[in-house]
């Protein structure tokens, strides 16, 4: 039996085609691949990394204390202006929100 997974939500959906792939350009397509498999650059998505776990996964956006995850980043209060006029259950707005919120932590240097 397998055990839980990031890629779990996906193993279970059905096999073919997804349509992101026809809507999105193929780069758009690869974070929306990404973001489904928990690869986005969060802390708890790579809890093993040895400085993620010496700084307790610990948002460094935010001043809550929260732990970073990718839910988190989702609705972290220092994002939340990103947000605005966006519809997160539309995949081009996903999209557009991760690659902003990642290009805002690279250059705080917020992605190691």
């Not at 809507?23 to 986005?40: D, G, P, Q, Y």
Request: aromatic residues 10%; proline residues 0%.
């Amino acid at each position: 039996m397998m055990t839980k997974s990031k890629c779990e939500t996906v193993l279970l959906e059905n096999f073919g085609l997804k349509l992101y792939f026809k809507n999105l350009t193929v780069t758009e397509a690869r974070i929306k691949f990404r973001i489904k498999t928990k690869m986005i650059h969060a802390k708890l998505n790579f809890r093993n990394d040895r400085r993620n776990s010496q700084l307790n996964w610990i948002c460094e956006s935010c001043e809550n204390s929260c732990i970073e995850s990718q839910s988190h980043i989702m609705w972290c209060e220092a994002y939340s202006y990103l947000r605005d006029g966006l519809d997160l259950k539309s995949d081009k707005d996903l999209v557009n929100y991760f690659t902003e919120v990642a290009t805002i932590r690279q250059e705080l240097q917020l992605i190691r």
